[in-house]
């Protein structure tokens, strides 16, 4: 007994070091736009962002695909082929001689990242027992907040050695989970064997694509431009025949059947509406540090480092307070204090540098949000039949891939020339936000989150 506890928490470890690296990279290269700039001699600030928007239009497009991929295949050749591919496209960006070399690259990175992420749930969750995946999902949670938060710190201190060691600095934590996962990883069962949706996969990745681009380059394009509206237009053309494909097809790539199990509906809805606040939070966040109180990058990123420290200081007693209380109360008490931080900041900022009096009190209560809410939400995916695990994790990432990118797109609308006013509109806007993914979260019923309940939901 004790070897089989200790080898799940190796799993957990291998698996949550792929979640950190994914959303690593994300956040990591934010912060070496001017550097890219210099390096590339000629390119604009538009170009450079396609370093950003590439791995982040096909991150959420892939997830779904790629989920699917990993519940067919089995999830541990999955995870090690998506590691591995990481991996050289991480060499490759590092390695670049041009920026359309670069942005290729995390388009590769981009798809192994996809693999990884619902992959590294579907790997840790099975594992553990009904009882422990709330403090799984605590665990996962805080990693992915760590990754988060120290993106922008740790691609600006690699900076003063060169934009190049964020990439390289992924190479041996890949080598090291390659390893450790052909020896530590269970073999998982792989799906039925039935005959690959290619054309729905297709339809997905257009349709996810296309809702990404026209949120992450509306503020780039011009909210009015002919381009905008072209791909907006297109993306609803596209995403019809998603529906009607999705709703025909005797197999398809995603089934309905997900959105009709009620825990996973209110569980992706309640991603979306919190993830539509979150992200626009820690741009918005930024650009008040550097903008109205001129902090500096990494000062900036140093000054949001109690974020995803508050995340992983409440992510081990996440798993006590969903015993204790039930997830349902986690998941509205995550949004409201969510909210809570926001307003904090819409009632409190001023262009006087206040930082514990101000900023502080709203950075903790969102990392505490996150620790709250995540792990009822995005472990309702292991209430679904096993061999959907990994596909419903996927479905859970793509709500907060895409609602992210629209809070964003929101944010920028709202900010204009980022006057003091304009934060206070967007942080209620936030707030909005954040009490309706908890308004969600009531609808989150706790008689199916039991173990007892939960043994029958999961079954083969």
């Not at 949670?141 to 060169?162: C, K, M, Q």
């Not at 001129?294 to 900036?300: C, K, L, T």
């Not at 908890?438 to 199916?448: Q, T, V």
Request: hydrophobic share 60%; aromatic share 8%; net charge positive.
């Amino acid at each position: 007994m004790a070897r089989t506890d200790i080898r799940r928490w190796r799993i957990l470890a291998i698996a949550s070091a792929a979640q950190f690296l994914a959303i690593l990279d994300l956040f990591a290269v934010s912060v070496a736009f001017p550097a890219l700039e210099r390096s590339f001699h000629g390119a604009s600030l538009a170009e450079v962002s396609w370093v950003l928007n590439a791995y982040t239009i096909v991150l959420a497009a892939m997830l779904v695909p790629a989920g699917r991929l990993a519940d067919d295949i089995g999830r541990k050749p999955a995870f090690l082929l998506g590691m591995t591919l990481f991996g050289v496209a991480s060499l490759g960006c590092a390695v670049a001689p041009a920026l359309p070399v670069l942005v290729a690259a995390r388009v590769v990175q981009a798809a192994a990242a996809a693999v990884l992420i619902p992959t590294s749930l579907g790997l840790a969750l099975p594992v553990f027992p009904k009882h422990e995946h709330a403090k799984v999902m605590g665990i996962w949670t805080a990693v992915a907040a760590a990754g988060a938060g120290s993106g922008p710190v740790a691609g600006g201190l690699l900076l003063t050695a060169g934009w190049r060691w964020i990439f390289l600095i992924n190479i041996p934590v890949v080598v090291i989970a390659v390893l450790a996962g052909r020896r530590e990883l269970p073999a998982s069962p792989r799906g039925v064997r039935t005959r690959l949706d290619l054309l729905g996969a297709v339809l997905v990745l257009a349709t996810v694509a296309g809702l990404t681009t026209v949120f992450t380059q509306a503020s780039v394009w011009g909210y009015g431009s002919p381009a905008i509206i072209g791909s907006a237009v297109a993306t609803v053309l596209v995403a019809a025949l998603t529906v009607r494909h999705l709703r025909r097809a005797p197999d398809p790539v995603v089934s309905f059947d997900l959105f009709r199990h009620r825990l996973f509906a209110v569980a992706f809805s309640g991603v979306f509406l919190y993830y539509l606040a979150f992200a626009a939070m820690i741009l918005a966040a930024t650009l008040f540090l550097t903008g109205r109180w001129h902090y500096s990058v990494v000062h900036a990123a140093l000054a949001l480092a109690p974020m995803p420290a508050s995340t992983m200081a409440t992510a081990p007693l996440s798993g006590r307070i969903v015993a204790r209380f039930g997830a349902r109360f986690s998941a509205v008490l995550g949004g409201l204090t969510l909210a809570a931080g926001c307003g904090w900041w819409a009632l409190t900022a001023t262009d006087r540098p206040q930082y514990l009096v101000v900023f502080l009190p709203g950075a903790i209560l969102a990392g505490i949000s996150t620790a709250l809410l995540q792990p009822p939400l995005f472990g309702a995916a292991a209430a679904l039949p096993s061999r959907q695990i990994s596909l419903a994790s996927g479905v859970l990432m793509m709500s907060r891939q895409i609602s992210s990118a629209l809070g964003v797109a929101i944010l920028t609308a709202i900010l204009g020339h980022q006057a003091l006013h304009g934060f206070r509109v967007a942080w209620l806007a936030m707030c909005g936000a954040a009490v309706a993914s908890a308004a969600a979260g009531i609808l989150f019923h706790e008689a199916r989150t039991t173990p007892r309940r939960d043994e029958g939901a999961a079954g083969p």
